[in-house]
């Protein structure tokens, strides 16, 4: 576990990739050993993977870029993109994946060589199941969005192998060979679902989407415990870019405060918690004063008077 807490979200895509082409030769394998329209359909979301992995691995290495003169919040929102276009790809194979299985389901082909293609598809599967478990675990650690996207894409993958191993399975066992081309229709919508949660959550990322409950209250804890007696959270708007997460904050400090000292407890504030990894722009505000206090009196700031004025 030591050593998975310092792989990078880069490192750990590259890992994707590599297990990605793994998977495909054993797919394929199972799916030419086979004829099964079922194992093609998981050759297919194998290749899906593929790609994903690769167009996740460039946006997360340009979502880690420094900010610059036109993107001054950073480049976290590319990883959005990178969980819009899995979402894409995953409509595209459930598209395929269904017109296979149609033609099949009405030119029916009994699948032959079972327990070879059997075996294939569940390494595969092993495989995927190892690559899903290092992504979700890695992205959790880096608030990799694109990581997250990949693994569940993958988890995903997983339940759809076993589906089509029952499948062409029951149409060996039982001689009905159009549960094949069923089942691999079946895995066609069941993928169709896991696409448009991964297009919703770009969606919701690309949208400015406030943090958490959990954030949140972690975030206001530590603000409560850092603020000094006699100063006040007015408003507090958060949101998520990315790995990023970025924090509004309006605070009431005392009148009688001088700029300096206002400055030097905003300047604590944003440093104290960049540290825990939030992004915090604060506005400072003078506490209101209490009703019927007159403008001027004892713990408020005097009233400006305009230059060379002597005073009555």
Not at 48 to 62: E, G, R
Not at 219 to 233: E, F, K, N, V
Request: net charge negative.
């Amino acid at each position: 576990m030591h050593a998975l807490s310092r792989l990078t979200p880069a490192k750990a895509l590259l890992i994707s990739l590599l297990a990605a082409m793994t998977t495909i030769g054993f797919k394929l394998a199972a799916w030419r050993a086979t004829g099964s329209v079922g194992f093609l359909s998981d050759a297919l979301e194998a290749l899906v993977n593929l790609i994903a992995a690769a167009f996740a691995l460039t946006m997360v290495v340009y979502a880690r870029t420094p900010p610059d003169q036109e993107h001054p919040y950073g480049h976290g929102k590319a990883e959005y993109f990178s969980a819009a276009f899995e979402g894409a790809l995953i409509f595209a194979a459930a598209l395929a994946i269904g017109i296979a299985a149609t033609e099949r389901l009405f030119n029916p082909q009994a699948p032959v060589s079972l327990g070879l293609g059997t075996f294939l598809a569940v390494v595969a599967s092993l495989i995927n199941l190892a690559t899903a478990a290092l992504l979700l675990h890695v992205g959790r650690a880096h608030r990799s969005v694109a990581l997250e996207a990949d693994a569940r894409h993958l988890l995903t993958d997983v339940w759809t192998t076993a589906g089509v191993i029952v499948g062409v399975g029951l149409a060996g066992l039982t001689g009905l060979v159009w549960l094949d081309p069923l089942v691999a229709i079946a895995v066609a919508l069941h993928i169709l679902r896991e696409g448009w949660r991964l297009l919703a959550m770009a969606a919701h990322g690309l949208m400015d989407r406030s943090l958490s409950p959990d954030e949140i209250a972690t975030l206001r804890g530590a603000l409560d415990a850092l603020l000094p007696a006699g100063c006040a959270i007015a408003t507090l708007r958060t949101r998520s870019g990315g790995h990023h997460r970025f924090a509004d904050l309006e605070l009431h400090v005392p009148g009688e405060w001088t700029v300096t000292r206002a400055h030097d407890l905003a300047d604590t504030l944003e440093l104290e918690l960049r540290e825990r990894g939030f992004f915090l722009n604060t506005h400072i505000e003078p506490l209101p004063r209490p009703a019927g206090e007159p403008h001027g009196s004892p713990g408020s700031p005097p009233s400006a008077r305009p230059a060379g004025k002597p005073q009555d």
